[in-house]
């Protein structure tokens, strides 16, 4: 059993900054890709970071480009997703998920390992 938790979610106001918190127990983190999806009510789950087993490269959304960065501290079995120059259009539930391969993906098949969510909530 895999188990994700999410943390650091809030109300912010555009332009403004969150550092996600995603701890994973259950699996040898460091052998593994992460990743980070969100999900706003009434559209799909999307894609917006990656991060591979080590820590050495990573992938981002478009979207998100340039404004968040996703890293990983695997002797705390934790991964980050540090959030600047928000938008309210980033508003959204905040999944961690984990992969079975090396990563880095944007592929949501190939996590099968998912958190709660963190709601991120952006004002303008």
């Known amino acids: 059993q895999v188990t994700l938790v999410e943390s650091g979610g809030g109300l912010v106001q555009a332009g403004g900054s969150l550092r996600l918190s995603c701890v994973v127990s259950g699996r040898t983190f460091s052998n593994y890709g992460m990743g980070w999806f969100r999900q706003a009510p009434g559209k799909d789950r999307e894609f917006v970071a990656t991060i591979n087993y080590s820590g050495r490269s990573t992938l981002y959304a478009d979207s998100v480009k340039g404004r968040f960065t996703v890293s990983r501290d695997n002797a705390k079995n934790t991964v980050y997703l540090e959030m600047n120059s928000l938008k309210p259009e980033d508003t959204a539930l905040y999944y961690c998920?984990?992969?079975?391969?090396?990563?880095?993906?944007?592929?949501?098949?190939?996590?099968?390992?998912w958190g709660q969510g963190t709601q991120v909530t952006v004002s303008s």
């Open positions: 998920a984990a992969s079975y391969g090396l990563g880095p993906t944007p592929d949501v098949k190939v996590f099968d390992s």
